[in-house]
C-alpha cells in the first residue's frame, strides 16, 4: 500500500505504508521490550532531544508518543504506537530532514507556513 504526500516542490511523491508486527503501549504489568520499541525511540529521538533509547516502553516513551500525537488532529492522543501513528512519526522525521518543520521546541513541533 502506498500513500500519496506532497513535497517542499509542491509535487506528488509516492512512499510506501510500512506497517508494524504490533501495536506498541504502556503495559504496567509487563512493560514492552524488543528491538521495535528501540525502533520507535530511535525515531521519536530525532523529534524530541530528551527520548532515551532503552528498548523499554515504559512511562517516558508512553509520554513521548502522546506529544507527539498531540501535534496531529487525525491521530488519537492514546500512547499507542500503531500503523497510523508510526507512518505519521516516518513523515514528520522526513518532513524534519527537508526542513517541512522549522523546528522542535520544548518538546512541541513548530510547522513553518
Not at 517542499?8 to 508494524?20: G, L
Not at 532531544?49 to 488532529?73: A, M, P
Not at 505519521?88 to 520544548?106: H, K, P
Request: hydrophobic share 35%; net charge negative; glycine share 4%.
Amino acid at each position: 500500500m502506498y500513500i500519496q504526500k506532497e513535497n517542499q516542490n509542491n509535487s506528488i511523491e509516492d512512499r510506501e505504508y510500512v506497517t508494524i508486527p504490533r501495536d506498541l503501549y504502556l503495559n504496567t504489568s509487563r512493560l514492552m521490550t524488543g528491538n521495535d520499541v528501540i525502533n520507535i525511540q530511535e525515531k521519536l529521538s530525532r523529534l524530541f532531544k530528551d527520548v532515551k533509547i532503552t528498548g523499554v516502553f515504559d512511562e517516558d516513551t508512553d509520554r513521548f508518543v502522546r506529544l507527539f500525537q498531540s501535534n496531529y488532529d487525525f491521530l488519537d492522543i492514546n500512547g499507542i504506537v500503531d500503523n497510523k501513528t508510526y507512518n505519521t512519526l516516518i513523515n514528520a522525521i522526513i518532513s524534519d530532514d527537508n526542513n517541512i518543520y522549522g523546528a522542535v521546541i520544548n518538546g512541541v513541533i513548530i510547522v513553518n507556513t
